[in-house]
């Protein structure tokens, strides 16, 4: 089944009467990486809210960011009046402009204090259900965008297997002409040349066997096979062992390449060749 490793997630929840919104992002990695920014009542949650994403998602640069809709900011902070007091009288023997003098002051260290506060056991229980269903409504939206990126590569592989099958058809009339071609050229030699025909006919078998590529042909078609078989099944992470597939699925293209010695044949590689980067760029999306 292929998933997009690219998603969004929300999920809404309410805490001490205060609303709070869950946005879950997810986009490309090699790796499950989570970025966390969650209130400070809820840093306490921070790891186990790692592994639960990790466990759901498994891959992917996620995004975990909670805010509160509606608060009552009387009680998000209180102010250390005293401290305050002492450093604006240090400020006022310096005679300095007024111009936002206050805001300065609040900004200055341990002014402004978070105001204590601790999460009871069922308030962490309704914040992680909370990050559960949106890893779920995340998970809903890859699996949509999967469905697209599923056809794509569907129709990638098709394509790789038409040239193939193409070259197929082309590889007997390139050795024809390779034969043609050689024999006319050793003819046009023979009045300078005295040549062994039996020679002759082993060093062109030889050479001929050199460039068959009917095994490339057989590996190619597995490797496609089995790129789709990957896809058709149940299994959700399937990007890196289709990255691996693909990579093998390179290997014989270039063969092919390398082997052609026709122009023909050489047109085919090259579209074959374009498929694949395609197919490779499409698999980085892949969960």
Do not use: W
């Not at 056809?151 to 024809?176: F, G, M, T, Y």
């Amino acid at each position: 089944m292929t998933y997009s490793m690219t998603g969004f997630g929300k999920a809404n929840f309410f805490l001490k009467d205060v609303q709070y919104t869950i946005e879950l992002k997810s986009l490309n990695s090699k790796q499950a990486d989570v970025f966390v920014r969650i209130p400070h009542i809820m840093k306490e949650m921070e790891v186990r809210l790692r592994k639960s994403i990790i466990d759901k998602l498994q891959r992917g640069k996620v995004e975990l960011s909670i805010s509160s809709v509606k608060s009552d900011e009387s009680n998000a902070f209180t102010i250390n009046t005293d401290l305050l007091k002492k450093y604006q009288d240090q400020v006022a023997v310096l005679d300095l402009p007024s111009t936002d003098l206050l805001g300065a002051l609040l900004r200055l260290p341990n002014v402004v204090v978070q105001a204590e506060s601790k999460l009871e056991a069922e308030d962490i229980e309704t914040v992680h259900k909370a990050v559960l269903e949106a890893c779920e409504d995340l998970n809903s939206f890859r699996k949509d965008e999967g469905v697209s990126l599923h056809d794509d590569l569907q129709l990638r592989v098709r394509n790789i297997l038409s040239h193939k099958e193409a070259v197929i058809k082309l590889a007997p009339l390139r050795i024809d002409r390779l034969r043609a071609r050689m024999k006319e050229n050793l003819i046009a030699l023979k009045g300078d040349l005295e040549v062994n025909e039996e020679r002759l006919e082993q060093e062109l078998i030889f050479y001929i066997e050199k460039l068959d590529v009917s095994e490339e042909f057989v590996r190619l078609k597995a490797h496609c096979e089995y790129f789709k078989e990957v896809m058709a099944d149940k299994e959700v992470v399937i990007g890196k062992k289709l990255n691996f597939i693909s990579q093998e699925m390179g290997r014989e293209i270039n063969t092919l390449g390398s082997k052609a010695n026709d122009a023909d044949i050489q047109k085919h590689v090259v579209q074959m060749k374009d498929e694949l980067e395609k197919i490779k760029e499409q698999v980085n999306n892949v969960l």
